[in-house]
């Protein structure tokens, strides 16, 4: 039951832009796909949940989910190509994850004196290490020995905290802001490693969004005005060019943004709900989803599934088509893929069939650009922007050319460049 749960999540998934419709429609759909399939399915999932969540962000949550993935797809087929070869390699991967964190803190625990620095290092890598076997006896040991070297360190941050913060708010020329909020940014990321529930991060990064907010007020207005008006692409366009100021002064996301286009996307939706354009208010749902998983927004996506249960598919073609303009344009070539993927099956015209499909060569041919930029980073030593490239590869066409084998290679380096 589990395994039919995971994969009836995935066709949701693999038909997310498409819009998923009833539970028994869907269930039909599992049934109809052979254990091969299924396996492929978990499969394709499990990988990208490995290079993204384990690889890129280790995100150490994430290693049961992605274990069940590869371990459902052999259950499914023995004889999967890849499936117990990543579960294998991912076994491997956490255990010398966990034994790296764990030596590094008894070999810290052990010295006679630590500098500030060092003893962040231990508490830090106690909680890596318990992330991934809290239960290990010596990480209890670890942890019972150092509570108050970790209370020493979340207060040093703390205290640090708030003797940046009133500079980096009394700041209003962008360039100037720059410098410090990098630094306020950075030792709230330190501390949210150690203590990720800590409330001085929590209030401090509401203050800092408010204020990198206010740099571009008129912006956020104007798009409020736009949304109220229904002029929801200017609305859009409004909210994306002042993401792209934001990022120029910090990497991190701004709330207030983030709020305004949840509410901007809610709203499109629904008017193209309204207005029985289903694949546009499946589209915009699902990036509100992509800001906020409310429940507001997953009601919503389930009204719009539920109207769309007997829709026209043929009579959407243009709005379709669109939709894969749009996301081919802005990047997100993974979303187009998958757009399209999830459509062709719903289209019963062939000529609008042969239009959707002719958007796939416009993909490839941006992904073998990706390829080849991936590899030239590759080249360069560049090993974080090209590996950014080949999972975008991999996401579309897990067997394209050398694409994760590269992958491999470069989540190695960086592993070996990090000390992991």
Sequence with gaps: MTIFRNILGLVCVSFLLGGCATFNANQLLVESFSNEEKAELLFRDGLAMYNVELIQNNNLQAIPAIRARFQDALTLDPGHPRAGQYLEEMTTLVQRRFDGYLKAAQ???????????????LVLNIKLAADINAFHPAVIILSLGTGDIRKEQIILRETRIRELQPAVLAETNRQRLVRPLATINGVLAELTAIDP???????SRHSLDGHVAGLVSADIASAQTAI????????????????????????????TIDDLKYRLYIAWANEALTARRYQLATEKVNLALAIRQTTEAQNLKNRIAQAAATRDYDAEINDILA???????????????????????RLRVQANRDRL??????????LRVIYQ????????????????????????????????????????????????
């Design 323 to 345: 939709s894969v303009d749009s996301l081919i344009n802005r990047g997100n070539l993974t979303n187009a893929w998958e757009t399209i993927q999830a459509n062709l099956p």
């Design 357 to 366: 499909r002719a958007k796939q060569p416009v993909i490839m041919e941006r």
């Design 228 to 255: 109220e008006a229904k002029r929801f692409a200017d609305a859009e366009a409004i909210l994306l060019a002042a993401e792209r100021t934001v990022a120029a002064i910090t990497r991190e996301r701004n709330q």
């Design 197 to 203: 529930r800590n409330r001085v991060v929590r209030d």
């Design 107 to 121: 070999d810290l625990k052990a010295k006679e004196t630590r500098t500030s620095a060092e003893d962040y290092r």
């Design 373 to 420: 930029e991936g590899l030239a980073l590759y080249n360069e030593e560049d090993y974080e922007a090209a590996r950014a490239k080949l999972l975008i590869v991999v996401r579309i066409a897990p067997d394209y050319e050398q694409a994760q084998a590269y992958l491999d290679r470069l989540n190695d380096k960086l592993r070996a460049l990090s000390g992991g």
